[in-house]
Nanobody, 115 residues
């Protein structure tokens, strides 16, 4: 059974940076696509970024050029480096893993951008 555990969330000032981590266990990490999603209260969960390998990444337009997704297959971990954070980035961030039609989700980590 795949398990995903996010960490690195917290409170940061506008313009600051934060790096989220998602630890994968329970299966072969390199065979799974990974992604980050976020959900603010009262809003739909939305895609932030996805990665299948270092050469294939995808970003939401709202985070393009500010966020970077990466993965370390040796550590079974996916990261989301967030720079130039804005208050509208405030949300619960979720790690997602999938292979074919089977999806797994982490518990989420809160990111709050406020002065």
């Amino acid at each position: 059974q795949v398990q995903l555990v996010e960490s690195g969330g917290g409170l940061v000032q506008p313009g600051g940076s934060l790096r989220l981590s998602c630890a994968f266990s329970g299966s072969i990490f390199s065979s799974y696509a990974m992604g980050w999603y976020r959900q603010a209260p009262g809003k739909e969960r939305e895609l932030v970024a996805t990665i299948r390998n270092s050469a294939y990444t995808n970003y939401a337009g709202s985070v393009l050029d500010r966020f970077t997704i990466s993965r370390d297959n040796a550590k079974n971990t996916v990261y989301l480096q967030m720079n130039s954070l804005k208050p509208e980035d405030t949300a619960v961030y979720y790690c997602k893993s999938w292979r074919g039609g089977l999806d797994y989700w982490g518990q989420g980590t809160q990111v709050t951008v406020s002065s």
